[in-house]
């Protein structure tokens, strides 16, 4: 599968974006899908991660309740709503996605076989 991100731009704090990554080749539906974001001189973090077919969310604690992941099966398409932005949310953010993850990975971005280009994302204060 080859996935597209796209979204990312600059935004006041407590703004709002929302993030996409296309799937082409293969249903996303059949995928784990997650996204991570790197900032400068920082290592790559987990952001969040939608499972399979029940839909399963992930987060990580310092986006929970403030970014929202879901799917579009007819669109192929995962979003990340990203609501009330805080600066220490600038980063470059990338989406994964993985046929055969088990959940204990999820978070785990050296488990994920597919990857898009990252998408920069700035919150200015």
């Known amino acids: 599968v080859q996935l597209q991100a796209s979204g990312g731009g600059l935004v006041q704090a407590g703004g709002s974006l929302r993030l996409s990554c296309a799937g082409s080749g293969r249903t996303l539906n059949n995928y784990v899908v997650a996204w991570f974001r790197q900032a400068p001189g920082k290592e790559r973090e987990f952001v969040a991660a939608i499972r399979r077919s029940g839909g399963h969310t992930y987060y990580t604690d310092s986006v929970r309740g403030r970014f929202t992941i879901s799917r579009d099966n007819a669109k192929n398409t995962v979003y990340l709503q990203m609501d009330s932005l805080k600066p220490e949310d600038t980063a470059v953010y990338h989406c994964?996605?993985?046929?055969?993850?088990?959940?204990?990975?999820?978070?785990?971005?050296?488990?994920?076989?597919?990857w898009g280009q990252g998408t920069q994302v700035t919150v200015s204060s």
């Open positions: 994964a996605a993985d046929l055969t993850i088990i959940l204990s990975s999820t978070t785990r971005g050296d488990q994920y076989d597919y």
